[in-house]
């Protein structure tokens, strides 16, 4: 089974969500992946059977290891295969052989490291072909699955469930992706190591993850490409339904020779190829950081009708960051109109900024924040609305909380109210966007806390998919590609 667009409808579904997984080259040796691999398996829940192959006898984690996959006697639907380079076109054959439905090889040292790895990849490429097994792989680090609590890989981390997929060439990429997912609270759906993509490339798999129901953005991650047209039109197909978001490295030259040497990728002319995902309506990231933050606004923010930009504040110097960063990004920051400011005026103390940014100088009531944003959005003079503050409540309740007068009233009572405050700010900004299908961009360095604040509202709202950005800076980057998927999507509809 040859990669390249040819495959079945359905035929990497096994991958993703297998009834049944065996890992073979188990170990029960401390510091082995063998070992650590099998206790990922195990560790999340997990709810199909998970078969060990390796030193027969052994057993880890309530798993008895079989001596070889004819041993277990029965179908399996996953095989990763982690046994030394010289033994891995022996256990394929031996999983094809059992019926395996797929196979993802782990093991490296293939094209990455010459010609004699090179043909052990073409051979691989050649079974596949001729049993109709998907292999993915060589030198991958594996699948995660959130949404079927299935971790066949060798990083520990499991990131909360959500709706962004990586697809990537790099197995560390994915590791960082998961604990950026941990430390916002933004779920993930899948991450998939192609690896050198003996047979299994990634225009494959973005095919099968842009018709996942549990996936809302991919991203993509690439080193380099054999097939660039190949690639580009997958995306391009993709981006027609599901967000993508693409980093490609290798702008330089000793970027390209590392990703070379990393992968086996065949380096690409870096902007030929970034212009061509762009036109295909991808998002191009320049940095990881911003990877994440434009696979986060899309894969929950209403799509925008136009440029203008509306800022909320609760302190002035926010909201000049704020404006610089709106201007420079060629997105508009149009006046507020007389309606609004007259109502303002009727509701807000006199030393309020009037006019956008709005600045509220810390003159903010329980319910002044959702009736502003609603104020503003139901203006229609804004297609983009960013509110700096979100989550400086729940902040105070948790210095408040810990600190020496805690629990001395009346501060216990104050902290109740606090936590009654954010959680009604959560469902208005949440209501806002719904009602009026405008995204509502929320601004806090507090996103870099969510671990500290108990029962934060940035978390809450981390739950829904919804990030909230930690700078100004970031949270205009990625409304400005929200902004240029917008305009793709409503050309591409013509």
């Not at 197995?171 to 993930?188: E, H, I, K, P, R």
């Not at 969510?450 to 998919?465: C, F, K, L, Q």
Request: net charge neutral; aromatic share 6%; hydrophobic share 45%.
């Amino acid at each position: 089974m040859s990669s390249r667009g040819g495959l079945a409808p359905g035929a990497l579904a096994p991958f993703f969500a297998p009834s049944s997984v065996a890992l073979v080259g188990a170990s029960a040796t401390p510091g082995k992946w063998g070992l650590f691999v099998l206790h990922n398996l195990m560790k999340d829940g997990y709810a199909g059977k998970v078969y060990a192959v390796g030193r027969p006898g052994v057993e880890v984690f309530g798993v008895p290891f079989a001596g070889s996959l004819a041993e277990i006697g029965a179908p399996v639907d996953l095989v990763l295969v982690m046994v030394p380079p010289a033994a891995v076109l022996g256990e394929v054959r031996a999983a094809i052989a059992a019926k395996a439905r797929a196979i993802y090889v782990v093991t490296a040292g293939f094209g990455e490291t010459g010609a004699g790895g090179e043909a052990v990849e073409r051979e691989l490429a050649r079974l596949s072909a001729e049993s109709g097994v998907p292999i993915m792989g060589p030198n991958g680090q594996g699948i995660t699955n959130t949404h079927v609590d299935l971790c066949a890989q060798m990083s520990f981390t499991m990131p909360p469930r959500g709706g962004i997929a990586l697809v990537t060439q790099s197995g560390n990429v994915g590791v960082a992706l998961s604990n950026l997912s941990l430390l916002f609270g933004v779920g993930m759906s899948t991450i998939v190591s192609t690896g050198n993509a003996a047979c299994i490339d990634a225009a494959d798999v973005i095919d099968h993850l842009a018709g996942d129901k549990d996936t809302r953005v991919i991203t993509v991650y690439v080193e380099g490409v054999r097939d660039g047209r190949r690639l580009v039109d997958a995306i391009a197909a993709a981006a027609a339904r599901t967000p993508v978001v693409v980093m490609k490295v290798g702008s330089t030259q000793e970027g390209r020779r590392a990703a070379t040497s990393h992968s086996g990728a065949i380096a690409s002319d870096w902007k030929v190829f970034t212009d061509a995902c762009a036109a295909a309506g991808a998002a191009v990231a320049g940095t990881f950081e911003e990877l994440w933050d434009a696979a986060c606004i899309l894969s929950a923010f209403p799509l925008v009708k136009g440029r203008r930009v509306g800022i909320l504040t609760l302190g002035g110097g926010m909201g000049v960051i704020t404006a610089d960063c709106v201007a420079a990004s060629g997105l508009q920051l149009p006046p507020l109109p007389a309606p609004i400011m007259e109502e303002l005026d009727r509701t807000l103390p006199a030393r309020w900024s009037r006019g956008n940014p709005i600045d509220l100088v810390a003159a903010e009531g329980p319910t002044t924040v959702v009736d502003v944003l609603t104020r503003m959005a139901q203006s229609g003079a804004f297609d983009a609305l960013v509110f700096s503050g979100f989550g400086e409540n729940g902040m105070a309740r948790t210095v408040i909380e810990t600190g020496r007068l805690g629990r001395v009233s009346p501060m216990p009572e104050i902290c109740e109210v606090l936590g009654m405050i954010e959680a009604a700010l959560q469902r208005g900004v949440a209501d806002v966007m719904a009602r009026f299908g405008i995204p509502v961009v929320p601004v806090s360095e507090v996103a870099y806390m969510t671990g500290i604040v108990r029962d934060s509202v940035v978390a809450a709202h981390a739950r829904e998919g919804i990030m909230t950005f930690p700078t100004p800076e970031r949270a205009v980057r990625a409304l400005r590609h929200l902004f240029d998927y917008s305009v793709w999507r409503k050309e591409a509809r013509r």
